[in-house]
């Protein structure tokens, strides 16, 4: 977890990244989003990146893949195995979906 985080922190240098963690199956987790993509349409002028990461945990990539599309959520996807997600989770003391 502590790489990843480090590797995208890297490669956004100079712009804060706000991390959504999400699952295809969680309803509160797809109807956040709307307000996810208002605030990223909000923030355009600001150094801000948003990442989703998506967990494998009872879903899979084509369904990921076909999220994304349905709700048109601009921003940069990654989907993680679970365990990541756990690790994640674990180091910003979250434990549900969505976490942020």
């Not at 509160?28 to 948003?50: G, R, T």
């Not at 990921?64 to 679970?82: A, M, N, S, T, Y």
Request: overall charge negative.
């Amino acid at each position: 977890a502590t790489s990843f985080l480090r590797q995208l922190k890297e490669f956004y240098t100079g712009k804060s990244v706000f991390i959504d963690l999400w699952a295809t199956w969680c309803a509160p987790c797809i109807s956040e989003m709307p307000y996810s993509k208002k605030l990223e349409e909000e923030s355009k002028s600001l150094p801000l990146v948003f990442v989703y990461l998506c967990t494998d945990n009872s879903s899979s990539e084509e369904i990921w893949k076909r999220k994304i599309v349905e709700l048109k959520q601009p921003g940069v996807h990654f989907f993680i195995d679970d365990k990541l997600a756990n690790e994640i989770m674990n180091l910003f003391s979250q434990t549900g979906y969505p976490s942020y």
